[in-house]
């Protein structure tokens, strides 16, 4: 499976606008079977879980400020690549609309 960092990475989707992109990629969230969607919400959770834990557990140490900041990081730069690589078996099998 390739990870794509970016939109512009999308086979198919390279030279589309950021509106048309993210038109394509929301009609091939849509397709998503459960298990990738389920694959996706677990992976938020891992994500979301920790983070507010070690605050509740560290909420007047210095260092929650980190725990905040690598909790808000880490969410886009694990989520959207692994979106992204899901989606793009649907991007591939959907019929370029060039006229």
């Given at each position: 499976m390739a990870?794509?960092?970016s939109s512009k990475q999308l086979p198919g989707l390279e030279n589309s606008s950021v509106q048309e992109?993210?038109?394509a990629i929301n009609?091939?969230?849509r397709q998503l079977t459960g298990p990738e969607k389920m694959?996706?919400?677990?992976?938020k959770l891992l994500i979301?879980?920790?983070t507010f834990l070690l605050l509740a557990w560290y909420y007047d140490q210095w260092f929650s400020v980190l725990i905040i900041v690598a909790g808000i990081a880490a969410y886009?730069?694990?989520?959207?690549p692994?979106?992204?690589?899901?989606c793009a078996k649907y991007l591939a099998a959907?019929?370029?609309k060039q006229q």
């Open positions: 990870f794509y960092f992109r993210l038109e009609q091939a969230n694959l996706l919400n677990i992976t979301i879980t920790p886009p730069l694990i989520l959207r692994l979106q992204l690589s899901l959907k019929p370029d």
